[in-house]
């Protein structure tokens, strides 16, 4: 029930080889739970287009009113999670939230919250080890169902109109790559000269062809990718990151830069927020909202976020079982993309 890079595509990481569940189900339309914020305009324009997107019925949304800001208090935040609980059945796998704020309770991000639980005690000390995710490569596509929690992703992004291009790149990523005689796609893997931000460069895949799966893996140093077509996966690790303008997307595409606050979705950080990578026409990305410390832990783990996506996973659950500490950690993205998945 196992594979790992060796197995997949003759590949082998440097050290052990990571070894994955092989994935045969995922989350669909039918799983996710859809959150509106009633008083946030942003949330509902862009909560109803995703309701007619995905085609959810009225029972997968719930409505509520919360604070237009960045953080919510801890009790603000335990309303919440209260109706959450209260409204959503035992077969919602996974929450969806239509908005871009608020990202953050305290130092946890609002995903990891909802998904975890409130962490009080990592306040006093956000660069500690966090709690480990029981979804961390985990085999089940039934996360609430199996494991009590549910998984959850913001549809953030820098305007309602790019909220909807992102929600239109999700559901048309579906089904389209990994098909036989397909020309490849581009997995790209950057070793910065910022020591600090490259921790997870030990976990970068070795370049090579994934002939199975039509991906193209290049790992290199530098500081800077430009002129790429076809991205399917852009990691790596820098404050800011240039030339995204350049590079062009495949629907389903992700991308991600280690780094302290690229979860902080306000712009007061003085580091580049992860909607940058949604601007630029990717489909997801993560960040984290509260100094991490550059533990690879708290940021998605490079080969298992490419092995569990292009095995079919949902990009909501090829992204959460990537990362082993996601307490601090902000997903954001259409998570029903499935780009490798079969019909």
């Avoid at 998605?300 to 659950?317: F, R, W």
């Avoid at 992204?319 to 082993?324: C, E, I, Q, R, T």
């Amino acid at each position: 029930m196992f594979v790992c890079l060796v197995g997949l595509a003759s590949l082998a990481a440097a050290g052990e080889p990571v070894v994955v569940p092989r994935i045969t189900a995922r989350l669909t339309a039918q799983d996710i739970g859809l959150v509106i914020n009633v008083n946030d305009p942003y949330s509902v324009e862009v909560g109803n287009f995703y309701i007619d997107a995905r085609k959810l019925l009225p029972a997968q949304v719930l409505r509520v009113e919360l604070p237009v800001r960045a953080e919510l208090s801890v009790d603000e935040f335990q309303e919440l999670d209260a109706q959450i609980k209260k409204f959503f059945g035992a077969d919602t796998q996974a929450l969806a939230l239509a908005w871009s704020q608020p990202f953050a309770v305290d130092c946890n991000s609002i995903t990891g919250a909802l998904a975890m639980g409130f962490d009080r005690a990592l306040c006093s000390k956000s660069c500690a080890p966090s709690r480990k995710s029981s979804y961390f490569n985990a085999y089940t596509a039934r996360p609430f169902s199996d494991l009590q929690m549910r998984p959850t992703m913001l549809l953030a992004a820098k305007s309602v109109e790019m909220a909807q291009d992102l929600i239109r790149r999700g559901v048309a990523s579906d089904h389209t790559l990994g098909l036989r005689g397909s020309p490849p796609v581009n997995a790209h893997y950057l070793i910065t000269f910022d020591t600090a931000r490259s921790s997870r460069a030990p976990s970068f895949p070795p370049p090579g062809l994934l002939r199975d799966f039509g991906v193209d893996v290049h790992v290199e140093k530098s500081n800077v990718l430009k002129d790429v077509d076809r991205l399917l996966i852009y990691e790596t690790g820098l404050a800011q990151v240039d030339k995204l303008d350049t590079l062009s997307w495949v629907a389903g595409g992700v991308g991600d830069h280690l780094t302290s606050y690229g979860g902080r979705l306000d712009d007061k950080s003085g580091q580049m927020s992860a909607v940058e990578w949604i601007a630029s026409g990717a489909t997801g990305s993560y960040g984290t909202v509260s100094e991490p410390c550059s533990h690879p832990q708290k940021f998605p783990h490079p080969q298992i976020l490419l092995l569990h996506y292009v095995q079919g996973a949902s990009l909501i659950e090829a992204y959460w079982k990537s990362v082993a500490w996601p307490q601090q950690g902000l997903f954001i993205g259409e998570p029903l993309a499935a780009p490798f998945a079969r019909r």
